[in-house]
C-alpha cells in the first residue's frame, strides 16, 4: 500500500526531492514521498557501491518504475557504508514508507557543514507549493 | 504548442484520478490506481481500457475489395462477413505503415482499426490509391472503443463466448455496442465500439458490472508479456514484416504493396529478428539500449508477472535463436540477457 503524503520534521531535504536524516556524522538519505508518488509504484533500485564515494548535488544511483527511471541525487557528500538491501530486493518498500524502511543509503559525512544548505520540512513544502 | 484532443471519456477518467499524459496528439490515461495492480486486474479478473484514440477507417464499394487486398499484407479473401484479421499496411520496401485488423462489415464494406499514431499516414495512404468504386472515409470521430479484456471479461458484460476474430452487434446494459473478439494482451476479451454519444454511457456500465479502470501503461506492460509488436517502437516504414516475425500476417502467394521484397527477404533470410528477451541480471531494459553484437531494444519494462526485465529487440539473425545470451547496455552497464520463445508470458494450464 502506498503511504500518505508526508514530509517529517525530523528531515533535511534538497530541491531534487531527496532527504537526509543525519546524526552523528553519518546521514541516512532516501527520496520524498513526492518523488516515489510521481515515479509511480518502484520495481528497480540500482544502488551505489558499499565504499563508493557520493558527493552533494551528484548522482549515487537510481530508481525505476514500469514507466519511468530517475536519477537519485545526494544532499550531501560522503562515503557510503550501508545500501539498503530490502530496497534491493523489494523496491516498492520506497512506495510503502518512504522515510523508513524505504531508506536508500547511509553514508558517513565528510562535511557536515553542507547540510546548512538544505531546507526543512517547512521550506521544502513550500517549495512544493510552487511546482 | 499543440492542443491535445481528448476523448468522450476524458471527464470520466479526471473523476477517477487518472494520470494524464500526451499520447499520440492525445491526452489519455496513463494509469488510474497503478500500473502494475491494473496489469494484474486483466490478468487475473477483467480490465477496460479507454482507446478511442485509435482511428477507425471505412473501406466501401463494389472494388473495396480490390483496393484493399492491393495494400493489405494479408488475405482478406479468407474472411467472410463478420470475420476480422491482423493485418499490415505496407509500403515498397516491405515496411509496415500501420498494423491494423481489417473487419469485414458486408461483402463491399469493411471497417479498418488503425494506431492513433497512424491515424494521418494511413488514411492518406489509402486516400492516394483509392480506385473508381472504393471510397476511403475516415470516421474515427464517430466513434468510442473500449477493450475489455481479462479471463472474466466476457462473463462480467453478460455476453456469450465466441471464436477470436469474430464481430456482432449485441447489447451491454441496453447499450447497441458492435463487439469484436480482439485485444492486445494475450487474454480473452472484447473490443466494443460505439457511437461517441454513448462512450460515457457504457463505460459505466462496464465500470458497475466490476471491470478495473486500467490506463495505457498497463496496456503497454500487457501487450510486452505475450509479445505483440507496438507499431514506432518494434515495427515501422523502415522495418520489414519478415525481419519482425510478421510473415504469418503476409500472404506472399498474392499480389500487394511491397510483396516482391518481402518475398525476397523470406528467401535469402532476414540479416536481423526481433526476438524476445528475459533480463537475467537485474536492470529493465527501455527503448534504444545497444544489445552488445549488433543490435537495439525496441520495447523494455518491468514485467508484472515474472517480476524482471523483458524486452523485445532486432539482434543479427544468427543470434536469434531462444537461449542466446544477449549483453544489453542499460545506461553504461551492462547487463545479460536471455533470448526466449514468443510470448514471454503464458498463462499456466489449469
Redesign the interface.
Given at each position: 500500500m502506498?503511504a500518505a503524503e508526508s514530509y517529517p520534521d525530523d528531515l533535511r531535504y534538497h530541491r531534487e526531492h531527496d532527504w537526509a536524516r543525519i546524526e552523528d556524522g553519518e546521514a541516512v538519505l532516501g527520496i520524498t514521498w513526492y518523488a516515489q508518488d510521481a515515479l509511480?509504484?518502484l520495481?528497480?533500485y540500482?544502488a551505489p557501491d558499499d565504499g563508493g564515494r557520493v558527493s552533494k548535488d551528484g548522482v549515487y544511483g537510481?530508481v525505476?518504475?514500469?514507466?519511468a527511471?530517475s536519477d537519485v541525487i545526494s544532499p550531501l557528500s560522503g562515503e557510503v557504508i550501508e545500501v539498503n538491501a530490502k530496497v534491493?530486493e523489494s523496491p516498492e518498500t520506497v512506495n510503502e514508507d518512504p522515510y523508513g524502511e524505504g531508506w536508500l543509503v547511509r553514508i558517513r559525512l565528510s562535511d557536515a557543514s553542507e547540510a546548512d544548505g538544505l531546507m526543512d520540512a517547512e521550506a521544502y513544502k513550500a517549495f512544493l507549493a510552487e511546482q | 504548442m499543440q492542443t491535445l484532443r481528448r476523448t468522450p471519456l476524458h471527464e470520466r477518467h479526471v473523476a477517477l484520478g487518472a494520470r494524464l499524459v500526451p499520447f499520440a496528439g492525445w491526452e489519455m490515461p496513463?494509469?488510474y490506481e497503478?500500473?502494475?495492480p491494473e496489469h494484474r486486474a486483466v490478468r487475473a479478473d477483467a480490465g477496460v481500457f479507454d482507446v478511442s484514440h485509435m482511428g477507425e477507417l471505412e473501406v466501401e464499394g463494389p472494388r473495396a475489395h480490390e483496393l484493399l487486398q492491393g495494400v493489405l499484407a494479408n488475405d482478406l479473401d479468407r474472411l467472410a462477413p463478420g470475420q476480422a484479421q491482423y493485418t499490415l499496411l505496407t509500403n515498397e520496401r516491405g515496411g509496415i505503415i500501420d498494423d491494423l485488423i481489417a473487419y469485414r462489415l458486408e461483402p463491399g464494406r469493411y471497417l479498418l482499426i488503425v494506431n492513433a499514431s497512424n491515424r494521418e499516414p494511413a488514411f492518406q495512404w489509402l486516400k492516394e490509391r483509392e480506385i473508381p468504386g472504393s471510397d476511403v472515409r475516415d470516421v474515427s470521430d464517430e466513434y468510442a472503443l473500449l477493450a475489455v479484456q481479462g479471463p472474466r471479461s466476457i462473463e462480467r458484460l453478460g455476453l456469450e463466448e465466441a471464436p477470436a476474430f469474430t464481430f456482432a452487434m449485441n447489447e451491454v446494459d441496453g447499450i447497441e455496442v458492435m463487439v469484436n473478439r480482439t485485444g492486445y494482451t494475450g487474454e480473452a476479451g472484447v473490443e466494443l465500439m460505439v457511437p461517441a454519444d454513448d462512450a460515457v454511457a457504457l463505460w459505466d456500465a462496464v465500470i458497475a458490472r466490476g471491470v478495473v479502470p486500467c490506463g495505457l501503461?498497463a496496456r503497454d506492460?500487457l501487450r510486452l508479456e505475450v509479445c505483440y509488436p507496438l507499431h514506432g517502437n518494434d515495427i515501422g516504414p523502415d522495418t520489414d514484416a519478415i525481419s519482425a516475425g510478421l510473415g504469418w500476417v503476409c500472404a506472399l502467394d498474392k499480389d500487394f504493396t511491397g510483396a516482391d521484397e518481402l518475398r525476397r527477404i523470406k528467401a535469402n533470410g532476414a540479416e536481423r529478428r526481433l526476438v524476445a528477451f528475459v533480463m537475467e541480471e537485474?536492470?529493465?531494459p527501455?527503448q534504444d539500449m545497444p544489445i552488445d553484437g549488433g543490435g537495439e531494444v525496441t520495447s523494455g519494462?518491468?514485467s508484472?508477472m515474472l517480476d524482471k526485465?523483458i524486452g523485445m529487440g532486432y539482434v543479427p539473425a544468427d543470434r536469434a535463436e531462444p537461449g542466446t545470451e544477449l549483453t544489453i547496455d542499460v545506461?553504461g552497464?551492462p547487463r545479460k540477457a536471455r533470448v526466449v520463445k514468443k510470448p514471454i508470458y503464458k498463462r499456466e494450464e489449469d
Open positions: 502506498a509511480g509504484e520495481v528497480h540500482e537510481e525505476e518504475s514500469v514507466k527511471v534491493v | 496513463v494509469q497503478g500500473v502494475i501503461g506492460t537485474p536492470g529493465i527501455r519494462s518491468h508484472p526485465g545506461r552497464r
